[in-house]
Protein backbone atom coordinates (compact mmCIF):
# COMPACT_ATOMS: atom_id res chain seq x y z
CA UNK A 1 0.00 0.00 0.00
CA UNK A 2 1.21 3.46 -1.45
CA UNK A 3 0.20 7.03 0.14
CA UNK A 4 1.10 10.29 -1.84
CA UNK A 5 0.23 12.21 1.13
CA UNK A 6 1.14 12.13 4.52
CA UNK A 7 -2.88 12.96 5.29
CA UNK A 8 -3.53 10.30 3.06
CA UNK A 9 -1.58 7.70 5.35
CA UNK A 10 -3.23 9.36 8.76
CA UNK A 11 -6.38 8.24 7.55
CA UNK A 12 -5.16 4.78 6.71
CA UNK A 13 -3.54 4.28 10.06
CA UNK A 14 -6.91 5.69 11.76
CA UNK A 15 -8.58 2.81 10.03
CA UNK A 16 -6.81 0.25 10.84
CA UNK A 17 -6.58 1.56 14.83
CA UNK A 18 -10.66 1.30 14.54
CA UNK A 19 -10.88 -1.81 13.11
CA UNK A 20 -8.17 -3.91 15.01
CA UNK A 21 -8.34 -2.02 18.08
CA UNK A 22 -9.55 -4.13 21.40
CA UNK A 23 -9.73 -1.38 24.21
CA UNK A 24 -10.18 -4.27 26.51
CA UNK A 25 -7.20 -6.49 25.36
CA UNK A 26 -4.73 -4.34 26.85
CA UNK A 27 -4.02 -4.02 30.29
CA UNK A 28 -4.35 -1.18 32.14
CA UNK A 29 -1.40 0.05 33.60
CA UNK A 30 -3.47 -0.24 37.47
CA UNK A 31 -3.92 -3.93 36.91
CA UNK A 32 0.03 -4.36 36.01
CA UNK A 33 0.50 -1.87 39.84
CA UNK A 34 -1.81 -4.54 41.40
CA UNK A 35 0.34 -7.91 39.96
CA UNK A 36 3.57 -6.03 40.96
CA UNK A 37 2.08 -5.45 44.56
CA UNK A 38 1.16 -9.40 45.04
CA UNK A 39 4.12 -10.18 43.74
CA UNK A 40 6.41 -8.03 45.83
CA UNK A 41 6.32 -10.32 49.36
CA UNK A 42 8.20 -12.95 47.00
CA UNK A 43 10.88 -10.60 46.34
CA UNK A 44 9.65 -10.33 42.34
CA UNK A 45 8.23 -8.08 39.95
CA UNK A 46 6.37 -8.73 36.91
CA UNK A 47 9.42 -8.93 34.85
CA UNK A 48 11.30 -11.07 37.43
CA UNK A 49 8.17 -13.47 37.24
CA UNK A 50 7.77 -13.87 33.63
CA UNK A 51 11.61 -14.34 33.37
CA UNK A 52 11.48 -17.14 36.36
CA UNK A 53 8.38 -18.94 34.42
CA UNK A 54 10.51 -19.19 31.27
CA UNK A 55 13.40 -20.84 33.15
CA UNK A 56 10.89 -23.59 34.96
CA UNK A 57 9.63 -24.06 31.47
CA UNK A 58 12.98 -24.73 30.16
CA UNK A 59 14.13 -26.82 32.70
CA UNK A 60 11.10 -28.94 32.66
CA UNK A 61 11.68 -29.04 28.79
CA UNK A 62 15.54 -30.48 29.93
CA UNK A 63 14.46 -32.72 32.53
CA UNK A 64 11.74 -34.12 29.50
CA UNK A 65 14.42 -34.57 27.06
CA UNK A 66 17.20 -36.33 28.98
CA UNK A 67 17.59 -40.05 29.26
CA UNK A 68 15.32 -42.01 31.32
CA UNK A 69 17.06 -44.12 34.22
CA UNK A 70 16.84 -48.01 33.04
CA UNK A 71 18.28 -46.83 30.24
CA UNK A 72 21.75 -45.35 31.72
CA UNK A 73 21.91 -47.84 34.36
CA UNK A 74 22.34 -50.36 31.63
CA UNK A 75 24.77 -48.13 29.47
CA UNK A 76 26.61 -47.75 32.91
CA UNK A 77 27.16 -51.21 33.34
CA UNK A 78 28.37 -51.56 30.57
CA UNK A 79 30.73 -48.99 31.29
CA UNK A 80 32.17 -50.80 33.92
CA UNK A 81 32.46 -54.20 32.81
CA UNK A 82 34.30 -52.57 29.58
CA UNK A 83 36.56 -49.73 31.17
CA UNK A 84 39.94 -50.07 29.53
CA UNK A 85 41.22 -48.14 32.66
CA UNK A 86 39.78 -50.06 35.34
CA UNK A 87 39.98 -53.97 35.99
CA UNK A 88 37.75 -55.01 38.72
CA UNK A 89 37.31 -58.21 40.17
CA UNK A 90 34.31 -60.63 39.00
CA UNK A 91 32.44 -60.11 42.42
CA UNK A 92 32.89 -56.52 41.74
CA UNK A 93 31.10 -56.94 38.67
CA UNK A 94 28.26 -59.02 39.85
CA UNK A 95 27.72 -56.52 42.54
CA UNK A 96 27.30 -53.89 39.80
CA UNK A 97 25.40 -55.71 37.57
CA UNK A 98 22.56 -56.29 40.71
CA UNK A 99 22.68 -53.38 41.94
CA UNK A 100 22.30 -50.88 38.76
CA UNK A 101 19.31 -53.46 37.48
CA UNK A 102 17.73 -52.71 40.83
CA UNK A 103 18.82 -48.94 40.49
CA UNK A 104 17.03 -48.71 36.88
CA UNK A 105 13.88 -50.67 38.11
CA UNK A 106 13.64 -48.22 41.42
CA UNK A 107 13.79 -45.10 39.46
CA UNK A 108 12.51 -46.94 36.40
CA UNK A 109 10.34 -44.00 34.83
CA UNK A 110 12.25 -41.15 35.79
CA UNK A 111 14.50 -38.66 33.59
CA UNK A 112 18.01 -38.27 35.13
CA UNK A 113 17.67 -34.66 34.91
CA UNK A 114 14.26 -34.89 37.13
CA UNK A 115 15.58 -36.83 40.06
CA UNK A 116 16.87 -34.65 43.17
CA UNK A 117 17.35 -35.49 46.97
CA UNK A 118 14.00 -36.24 47.32
CA UNK A 119 13.31 -38.63 45.10
CA UNK A 120 16.37 -40.46 46.83
CA UNK A 121 15.44 -40.19 49.93
CA UNK A 122 11.79 -41.63 49.07
CA UNK A 123 13.81 -44.87 47.72
CA UNK A 124 16.12 -45.03 50.69
CA UNK A 125 12.78 -44.97 52.76
CA UNK A 126 10.99 -47.40 51.04
CA UNK A 127 14.37 -49.48 51.04
CA UNK A 128 14.58 -48.75 55.44
CA UNK A 129 10.49 -50.15 55.46
CA UNK A 130 11.30 -53.11 53.71
CA UNK A 131 13.58 -53.96 56.35
CA UNK A 132 16.71 -53.85 54.60
CA UNK A 133 19.59 -53.94 56.89
CA UNK A 134 21.70 -51.21 57.05
CA UNK A 135 24.78 -52.52 55.39
CA UNK A 136 22.46 -53.87 52.11
CA UNK A 137 20.88 -49.57 52.31
CA UNK A 138 24.99 -48.58 52.87
CA UNK A 139 26.04 -50.69 49.80
CA UNK A 140 22.84 -49.59 47.81
CA UNK A 141 23.00 -45.93 48.17
CA UNK A 142 27.63 -46.84 47.15
CA UNK A 143 26.40 -48.18 44.17
CA UNK A 144 24.03 -45.45 43.23
CA UNK A 145 26.43 -42.53 43.85
CA UNK A 146 29.05 -44.26 42.00
CA UNK A 147 26.16 -44.11 38.97
CA UNK A 148 25.10 -40.45 39.55
CA UNK A 149 28.64 -39.21 39.79
CA UNK A 150 29.50 -41.26 36.39
CA UNK A 151 26.22 -39.29 34.98
CA UNK A 152 27.83 -36.51 35.96
CA UNK A 153 31.25 -36.33 35.36
CA UNK A 154 31.55 -38.73 32.31
CA UNK A 155 28.07 -38.22 30.50
CA UNK A 156 27.98 -34.97 31.89
CA UNK A 157 23.75 -35.03 31.85
CA UNK A 158 23.47 -33.62 35.77
CA UNK A 159 24.93 -30.51 37.30
CA UNK A 160 24.74 -31.78 41.10
CA UNK A 161 24.77 -35.23 42.81
CA UNK A 162 21.73 -35.69 44.51
CA UNK A 163 23.45 -38.03 46.94
CA UNK A 164 25.89 -35.76 47.79
CA UNK A 165 26.12 -35.48 51.70
CA UNK A 166 24.37 -38.41 52.29
CA UNK A 167 25.35 -41.73 54.32
CA UNK A 168 24.31 -43.94 56.27
CA UNK A 169 25.70 -45.19 59.62
CA UNK A 170 26.70 -48.61 60.64
CA UNK A 171 26.23 -49.67 64.41
CA UNK A 172 29.24 -50.72 65.36
CA UNK A 173 28.92 -54.66 67.01
CA UNK A 174 31.53 -56.27 68.73
CA UNK A 175 33.17 -58.53 66.79
CA UNK A 176 32.44 -62.62 66.83
CA UNK A 177 35.35 -63.77 68.61
CA UNK A 178 35.83 -67.68 69.71
CA UNK A 179 36.86 -68.28 73.19
CA UNK A 180 39.69 -70.11 74.06
CA UNK A 181 38.00 -73.30 74.98
CA UNK A 182 36.41 -73.22 71.31
CA UNK A 183 39.80 -72.14 69.89
CA UNK A 184 41.19 -75.38 70.99
CA UNK A 185 38.23 -77.55 70.06
CA UNK A 186 38.79 -76.42 66.88
CA UNK A 187 42.25 -77.54 66.88
CA UNK A 188 41.38 -80.60 68.46
CA UNK A 189 39.10 -81.17 65.87
CA UNK A 190 41.02 -80.52 62.38
CA UNK A 191 43.84 -82.70 64.07
CA UNK A 192 41.60 -85.47 63.60
CA UNK A 193 42.66 -87.02 60.18
CA UNK A 194 39.18 -86.88 58.10
CA UNK A 195 39.64 -83.06 58.49
CA UNK A 196 43.38 -83.37 57.20
CA UNK A 197 42.14 -82.11 53.86
CA UNK A 198 40.43 -79.13 55.10
CA UNK A 199 43.26 -78.02 58.45
CA UNK A 200 45.69 -75.89 55.99
CA UNK A 201 42.79 -73.52 55.45
CA UNK A 202 41.11 -73.14 59.17
CA UNK A 203 44.82 -72.78 60.76
CA UNK A 204 46.09 -70.13 58.47
CA UNK A 205 43.25 -68.61 58.65
CA UNK A 206 42.95 -69.12 62.99
CA UNK A 207 47.15 -68.03 62.81
CA UNK A 208 47.53 -65.25 60.62
CA UNK A 209 44.09 -63.73 60.10
CA UNK A 210 44.28 -63.73 56.51
CA UNK A 211 40.64 -63.14 54.89
CA UNK A 212 38.75 -66.50 53.74
CA UNK A 213 38.28 -65.24 50.15
CA UNK A 214 41.87 -63.86 50.31
CA UNK A 215 42.87 -67.61 51.62
CA UNK A 216 40.63 -69.30 49.26
CA UNK A 217 42.93 -68.13 46.44
CA UNK A 218 46.49 -69.09 47.75
CA UNK A 219 48.60 -71.66 47.01
CA UNK A 220 51.93 -73.21 48.53
CA UNK A 221 53.73 -71.47 46.40
CA UNK A 222 52.88 -68.37 48.49
CA UNK A 223 54.05 -70.20 51.89
CA UNK A 224 57.48 -69.22 52.32
CA UNK A 225 58.40 -71.30 55.88
CA UNK A 226 62.20 -70.09 55.29
CA UNK A 227 61.38 -66.77 55.38
CA UNK A 228 58.25 -66.65 57.10
CA UNK A 229 56.26 -64.90 55.72
CA UNK A 230 52.93 -65.48 53.36
CA UNK A 231 52.35 -63.52 50.25
CA UNK A 232 49.03 -61.85 49.05
CA UNK A 233 49.50 -60.76 46.29
CA UNK A 234 47.42 -57.78 45.47
CA UNK A 235 45.87 -59.51 42.85
CA UNK A 236 43.76 -61.19 45.25
CA UNK A 237 44.11 -58.78 48.10
CA UNK A 238 40.59 -57.41 48.86
CA UNK A 239 42.17 -54.01 48.96
CA UNK A 240 44.34 -54.73 45.80
CA UNK A 241 47.26 -53.92 47.96
CA UNK A 242 49.56 -56.78 48.37
CA UNK A 243 51.35 -57.59 51.67
CA UNK A 244 53.25 -60.17 53.60
CA UNK A 245 51.65 -62.25 56.33
CA UNK A 246 54.08 -63.04 58.79
CA UNK A 247 54.15 -67.03 59.96
CA UNK A 248 54.18 -66.76 63.81
CA UNK A 249 56.05 -69.62 65.41
CA UNK A 250 52.57 -71.75 66.38
CA UNK A 251 51.39 -71.34 62.60
CA UNK A 252 54.68 -72.62 61.12
CA UNK A 253 54.16 -75.77 64.10
CA UNK A 254 50.52 -76.56 62.31
CA UNK A 255 52.03 -75.85 58.67
CA UNK A 256 54.88 -78.72 59.54
CA UNK A 257 51.77 -81.25 59.98
CA UNK A 258 50.33 -81.16 56.70
CA UNK A 259 51.50 -82.43 53.38
CA UNK A 260 52.79 -79.97 51.02
CA UNK A 261 52.42 -82.01 47.93
CA UNK A 262 48.19 -81.24 48.53
CA UNK A 263 46.68 -78.68 47.59
CA UNK A 264 46.45 -75.74 49.83
CA UNK A 265 42.45 -75.83 48.73
CA UNK A 266 41.65 -79.10 48.07
CA UNK A 267 39.05 -79.57 44.69
CA UNK A 268 36.09 -80.47 47.08
CA UNK A 269 36.55 -77.24 49.63
CA UNK A 270 33.13 -77.23 50.27
CA UNK A 271 32.13 -80.44 50.58
CA UNK A 272 34.78 -80.25 53.27
CA UNK A 273 33.63 -77.25 55.10
CA UNK A 274 30.21 -79.33 54.94
CA UNK A 275 31.90 -81.89 57.17
CA UNK A 276 33.77 -79.70 59.55
CA UNK A 277 30.96 -77.97 60.17
CA UNK A 278 29.06 -81.05 61.30
CA UNK A 279 31.65 -81.27 63.94
CA UNK A 280 32.54 -78.00 64.63
CA UNK A 281 30.22 -75.57 63.93
CA UNK A 282 32.00 -72.57 66.06
CA UNK A 283 34.84 -73.14 63.48
CA UNK A 284 32.92 -71.52 60.44
CA UNK A 285 31.05 -68.67 62.41
CA UNK A 286 31.45 -65.47 59.69
CA UNK A 287 34.78 -64.14 59.87
CA UNK A 288 35.43 -65.56 63.25
CA UNK A 289 39.05 -66.83 62.92
CA UNK A 290 40.08 -63.46 61.40
CA UNK A 291 38.62 -61.59 64.33
CA UNK A 292 40.29 -64.08 66.90
CA UNK A 293 43.44 -63.60 65.12
CA UNK A 294 43.19 -60.06 65.53
CA UNK A 295 41.90 -59.95 69.16
CA UNK A 296 44.18 -62.49 70.35
CA UNK A 297 46.89 -60.42 68.83
CA UNK A 298 46.36 -57.30 70.41
CA UNK A 299 46.19 -58.75 73.48
CA UNK A 300 49.51 -60.15 73.22
CA UNK A 301 51.37 -57.50 71.27
CA UNK A 302 49.94 -54.27 71.82
CA UNK A 303 50.64 -52.86 68.49
CA UNK A 304 47.85 -50.94 66.43
CA UNK A 305 50.27 -50.20 63.59
CA UNK A 306 51.44 -53.50 63.36
CA UNK A 307 48.15 -55.95 63.14
CA UNK A 308 46.75 -53.15 61.03
CA UNK A 309 49.58 -54.20 58.26
CA UNK A 310 49.21 -57.74 58.59
CA UNK A 311 45.26 -57.86 58.76
CA UNK A 312 45.32 -54.67 55.37
CA UNK A 313 43.18 -52.47 57.54
CA UNK A 314 43.58 -49.36 58.86
CA UNK A 315 44.51 -48.47 62.41
CA UNK A 316 41.44 -46.73 62.67
CA UNK A 317 39.33 -50.17 61.75
CA UNK A 318 41.76 -52.32 64.23
CA UNK A 319 40.82 -49.91 67.49
CA UNK A 320 37.06 -50.07 66.45
CA UNK A 321 36.85 -53.42 66.53
CA UNK A 322 39.88 -55.31 68.42
CA UNK A 323 40.53 -53.41 71.28
CA UNK A 324 38.75 -54.94 74.26
CA UNK A 325 39.54 -56.81 77.45
CA UNK A 326 41.14 -60.13 77.24
CA UNK A 327 42.23 -62.38 79.81
CA UNK A 328 45.97 -62.52 79.52
CA UNK A 329 45.97 -66.15 80.66
CA UNK A 330 43.49 -66.99 77.52
CA UNK A 331 45.96 -64.43 75.42
CA UNK A 332 49.21 -66.73 76.19
CA UNK A 333 47.43 -69.81 76.03
CA UNK A 334 45.93 -69.37 72.53
CA UNK A 335 49.80 -68.30 71.18
CA UNK A 336 50.99 -71.63 72.75
CA UNK A 337 48.14 -73.77 70.89
CA UNK A 338 50.35 -76.08 68.62
CA UNK A 339 49.39 -79.38 68.10
CA UNK A 340 52.69 -80.79 70.82
CA UNK A 341 50.86 -78.26 73.13
CA UNK A 342 47.41 -79.76 72.73
CA UNK A 343 49.74 -83.43 73.17
CA UNK A 344 47.83 -84.31 69.95
CA UNK A 345 49.39 -85.07 65.89
CA UNK A 346 48.14 -87.33 63.35
CA UNK A 347 51.70 -87.29 62.06
Not at 199 to 213: D, N
Not at 244 to 270: E, G
Not at 312 to 336: L, P, Q
Not at 340 to 347: A, F, N, R, T, V
Request: proline letters at 5%; a positive charge.
Amino acid sequence: MEFTTKAESLIAAKEVKELYYQPQQIRKPEQLDQWNDSLRPYGMDLNGCVKWCLEQLQSRKDQESSPIFDELTSEWIDFKFNDPNKSLRPDTLRQIRSFGNMIGRDFKDHHIKEVGRQHVDSVLSKKTKANWSKIYRKNYLRYLRSFMRWCLNHRQLIDKDPTQGLQITLDIKEVDVLTISEVEKVCRTILDPIHAEIRPFLAIGLFSGIRSKELSKLTWNDVDLDHEHIVVSSEISKTRKGRLVPILPVLKDWIRTVDPSQPLIPSNFRSLLRKLKEHCPESLRQNVRRHSFATYYLSQFKSCAELAEIMGNSETIIRSHYVRMMCKRDADRFWKMTPEYLGLSDQ
